[in-house]
């Protein structure tokens, strides 16, 4: 099968069993994406293929011919970090970490479907993404300050929460 994982063609042989996500950490070393629950409820395995998120823990890898496919290490250039990926730093978005890569792939998918969200529509976009050290008020603060919606402080948001 052939698929492009962040603008490079990759041609593999893959199992019938094999998950994209084994692809990607094992075969391909973007380790980025991370395996967590590895069933589909915490979104820490979230990468897009073509237009939509996945849960790549959940995703056969066969299922991904043809298709391309944007990891963590996709969001900018090598040695650099994207507009949103500085938000999350200068926001304190991320505590462990472990949730960020999916985090960070589910709120790049959502600016670019939409390039200024409401809180809501912020929300609503990352539901299906979990951080059990419960950063969400700054996630959404560190999204709306790279959208450039951005209301106050991660302090600010945290009381009104
Ligand atoms: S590791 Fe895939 S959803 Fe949790
Ligand atoms: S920052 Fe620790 S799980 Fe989200």
Redesign the pocket.
């Known amino acids: 099968m052939r698929l492009t994982v962040n603008g490079r063609v990759h041609d593999v042989t893959v199992r019938d069993d094999e998950t994209l996500l084994e692809l990607l950490r094992e075969r391909l070393a973007l380790t980025g994406t991370k395996l967590t629950c590895d069933r589909g409820e915490c979104g820490a395995c979230t990468v897009q293929l073509d237009d939509a998120t996945v849960y790549s823990c959940l995703t056969l890898a066969v299922a991904c011919d043809g298709a391309a496919v944007r990891t963590v290490e996709g969001l900018a250039p090598p040695g650099t970090l994207s507009p949103l990926q500085q938000a999350f730093i200068a926001h304190d978005a ?7 890569p999916g ?1 960070l792939v589910a709120a790049q998918a959502l600016l670019d479907r939409n390039a200024s969200p409401t809180e809501e529509e912020i929300r609503a976009a990352m539901s299906g993404n979990l ?3 419960g ?1 969400y008020p700054k996630i959404v603060t560190a999204i709306r300050a790279a959208a450039g919606t951005e209301s106050g402080t991660a302090e600010e948001t945290i009381r009104g929460a």
């Open positions: 991320a505590q462990c970490g472990y949730c960020t985090q951080c059990r050290c950063t």
